[in-house]
């Protein structure tokens, strides 16, 4: 392959890569739509602005040697984005039952697509959007395997049910995610804005395995180390096969200022990549994941720039992890 890693990109493809979809070993969906969102509007931008921003990355990883060997496809779909303008229009026009049979055909739509993908040996990674947009692959995952874990990166627990009376509203996420039979655990991570109800569901709920932000900056303040932490997640952790949601502004804000919910704390960007690169050496094998919330209106594509290395970082430990398996 006539391929030079240490040049400029060349390629349209995700971080100038050559690869075609056939031949790929991760599929990239993006998922234009931001329907759900609560807040700030914008997400639906999000994946065409981590695109944009990825041709900047450049092609090394100490996570995975020859990581420009990781063939990874982004798929853009203009159905999902047409889904995006009529549900936008059915709330304006106060038609929630629209927006949930939008919700519902961008969820079929998705686990076709990531089904497929699956029974092609591939891996998938959802890339939003909103964070309601990744449970079509959550689906898809539920026919393909007996049993696994969510690993699940966020600011907010999402463990509302039908929040705003959307069926699948980016705030629901979690609750849905709870209810399928393969998905055997949730592990909440840097959560730190959420409502009674939502504490109480994760709190009596067998599936839920809660790690606050207050009680991990708590050990952290009183000198427990990350590593330590990090092994105190990972044993809490049941099953191998590892799914990963991670919501961006499970981050500090000062690296997604312009996230739909911002919320003051959370996690560094290292010590999320600390803890998968911790999980992966632990032989969790990571059988998809979600990148959400990614929202960059400012001139210099900041936040993009952010989500686009969070990317190329999480799908080349995707890679790992299968090596491992």
Request: hydrophobic share 35%.
């Amino acid at each position: 392959m006539d391929f030079n890693p240490n040049s400029e990109a060349h390629s349209e493809q995700i971080f100038g890569l050559p690869y075609k979809e056939q031949e790929a070993e991760i599929i990239i969906h993006a998922m234009p739509w931001d329907a759900t969102t609560s807040s700030h509007k914008g997400t639906s931008k999000g994946p065409e602005k981590i695109l944009e921003a990825s041709y900047q990355v450049d092609l090394f990883d100490e996570n995975l040697n020859n990581c420009w060997q990781n063939k990874l496809f982004h798929k853009e779909h203009e159905l999902i984005a047409q889904y995006n303008q009529q549900a936008h229009q059915a709330i304006l026009n106060n038609q929630v039952d629209q927006l949930n049979n939008l919700s519902t055909k961008l969820n079929n739509y998705l686990k076709e697509q990531s089904l497929l993908a699956y029974k092609n040996n591939q891996k998938v990674i959802c890339l939003g959007g909103d964070h309601s947009t990744p449970f079509g692959l959550l689906q898809a995952l539920d026919q393909t395997y007996e049993q696994f874990s969510i690993l699940h990166i966020d600011a907010h627990f999402d463990l509302r049910e039908a929040y705003q009376d959307f069926d699948h509203s980016h705030a629901s996420i979690m609750f849905n995610a709870s209810k399928l039979q393969a998905c055997k655990q949730i592990i909440h991570l840097g959560i730190r804005d959420f409502c009674e109800q939502e504490f109480n569901y994760a709190q009596t709920n067998k599936k839920s395995v809660t790690f606050l932000n207050s009680s991990i900056q708590k050990q952290l303040f009183e000198g427990v180390s990350w590593k330590t932490i990090c092994s105190t997640i990972q044993q809490s952790i049941q099953h191998k096969n590892l799914y990963i949601s991670f919501d961006i502004d499970g981050l500090k804000p000062y690296l997604c200022p312009s996230t739909g919910t911002p919320v003051a704390g959370g996690l560094e960007f290292d010590q999320v990549f600390y803890l998968i690169r911790y999980l992966v050496d632990q032989k969790h094998h990571i059988i998809g994941a979600d990148l959400c919330e990614v929202n960059s209106p400012l001139p210099n594509n900041y936040d993009a720039t952010i989500g686009a290395q969070a990317l190329f970082k999480l799908a080349n430990l995707i890679k790992k992890s299968n090596a491992n398996a």
